[in-house]
């Protein structure tokens, strides 16, 4: 089945449209490592705060909420697609929140994925929760998981990344500020995810030419640090203002490389 490239530039493409159905036409066992930061269900009409001020917590259509079931039987479509589509020595990173990571784990192992790691963010500049009924939320979960399967060996650069720790094993919990505004001067998604969380995402589970791939492109974060870090990149994604952002975002990076 021949896949229709949104955009293309070298070792880097966007596909337009519903994952479900691209994921379908994706080669079976072509893809050396998934990141997903899949919808968290979280747009309910409540509030927020941002920059200070109370903001609707509401994100678009792709993530109203949901019922449990929907919910679930949702990440158990899309993980199962990714599971096809990942060679046996790949692993697949999944980024969330206590809205939506409990499914995602349990659906992982439905589907036939081993936890390795649950890696904590830690934000250092958290929301505050304008509540006061609650504690601050500043954390994020993310799961890295490999093939269940007997003989598979997945990729640890785990000499790199003691190095990049100050010579001591690295724990599984990331210490880092939100977003940084200079990553978002092309345009704004409402869940982008700071370049340095991805940077030691890619640079742990992967190497130069690897094919990485985002099921839920967004602004196209995943894509962008993989270019930079010399591996290969597919995004995928429903909204064309999202996939717009992500080649403005990929054209700047090429302009700035010039200079």
């Known amino acids: 089945m021949s896949i229709k490239y949104y955009y293309e530039d070298k070792n880097f493409k966007l596909i337009h449209g519903d994952s479900l159905k691209i994921l379908k036409k994706i080669e079976s066992k072509s893809i050396d490592m998934?990141?997903?930061?899949?919808?968290?269900?979280?747009?309910?009409?409540?509030?927020?705060?941002?920059?200070?001020?109370?903001?609707?917590?509401?994100?678009?259509?792709w993530d109203k909420l949901i019922s449990i079931e929907e919910k679930h039987k949702?990440?158990?479509?899309?993980i199962k697609l990714c599971y096809n589509i990942l060679k046996d020595n790949g692993t697949i990173w999944i980024s969330g929140t206590m809205h939506n990571i409990y499914s995602v784990g349990m659906a992982l192992e439905e589907e036939g994925f081993k936890i390795i790691n649950n890696i904590t963010w830690?934000?250092?500049?958290?929301?505050?929760?304008?509540?006061?009924?609650?504690f601050v939320h500043s954390t994020e979960t993310i799961l890295w998981a490999k093939k269940d399967l007997k003989n598979s060996k997945h990729k640890f650069n785990y000499s790199l990344m003691k190095e990049l720790n100050n010579g001591k094993q690295m724990k599984d919990v990331w210490e880092s500020s939100l977003?940084?505004?200079?990553?978002?001067k092309c345009g704004k998604h409402p869940?982008?995810?700071?370049?340095?969380?991805?940077?030691?995402?890619?640079?742990?589970?992967t190497d130069e030419?690897?094919?990485?791939?985002d099921p839920f492109n967004g602004s196209g974060t995943t894509g962008i640090v993989s270019n930079k870090l010399n591996r290969k990149y597919i995004g995928i994604e429903k909204e064309k203002e999202f996939l717009d952002l992500t080649i403005r975002r990929?054209?700047?990076e090429k302009n700035e490389e010039k200079f």
């Open 34 to 61: 998934i990141f997903a930061d899949p919808p968290y269900f979280l747009s309910n009409n409540g509030i927020s705060c941002s920059g200070g001020k109370m903001v609707s917590v509401n994100k678009g259509d």
């Open 74 to 78: 949702f990440n158990k479509k899309w």
């Open 122 to 134: 830690k934000k250092l500049n958290p929301p505050p929760n304008i509540s006061c009924r609650a």
């Open 179 to 184: 977003t940084k505004p200079s990553e978002k």
């Open 191 to 205: 869940t982008q995810k700071p370049m340095e969380i991805l940077e030691k995402i890619i640079l742990s589970s």
């Open 209 to 213: 030419n690897d094919l990485i791939l």
């Open 250 to 252: 990929k054209e700047n």
